[in-house]
């Protein structure tokens, strides 16, 4: 019977390993901890609730975090481009619904998704924060 729990307890083991090579692309960005609220009273989030409004939060994850509203769900993005060395050209610009990279090469992700556009080499996709609604509270975190 040991033996059948030992067998058991190593394929379940085997099975939960990480994808390696996704690690190894997507390197750049820090797993930190964020928990941050936003109260959508408060007139700097007041255009938040409307789709395509972006809001950059500074201070928080690994470049800031970009909160965004497509009028149905709350999304909150890491700042920073997943697929460059951090420096200060790595921070996203968020505009409506995507955001863009400030370096030369200018780098576009979607904030709906998280996933690169109009570069199907770029392997790496925003890193993602949870968002709970709470009356006019959001609290984003990991």
Request: hydrophobic share 40%.
């Amino acid at each position: 019977m040991k033996i059948v729990y030992s067998a058991l307890i190593l394929l379940v083991f085997s099975a939960c390993s990480s994808n390696s090579a996704t690690d190894e692309n997507c390197k750049f960005l820090l797993d930190i901890n964020v928990y941050e609220t936003v109260n959508l009273s408060l007139p700097q989030y007041s255009q938040l609730p409307f789709a395509g409004n972006p809001v950059y939060l500074p201070n928080a994850g690994n470049a800031g975090i970009i909160v965004v509203s497509t009028g149905a769900d709350y999304f909150a993005w890491d700042a920073a481009d997943p697929n460059v060395i951090p420096s200060e050209c790595s921070v996203l610009t968020p505009s409506g619904l995507n955001a863009t990279s400030n370096c030369a090469t200018k780098n576009k992700y979607s904030l709906v998704t998280g996933e690169p556009l109009e570069n199907p080499e770029l392997r790496c996709s925003l890193k993602f924060y949870r968002v709970e609604q709470n009356g006019n509270i959001l609290t984003i975190f990991n």
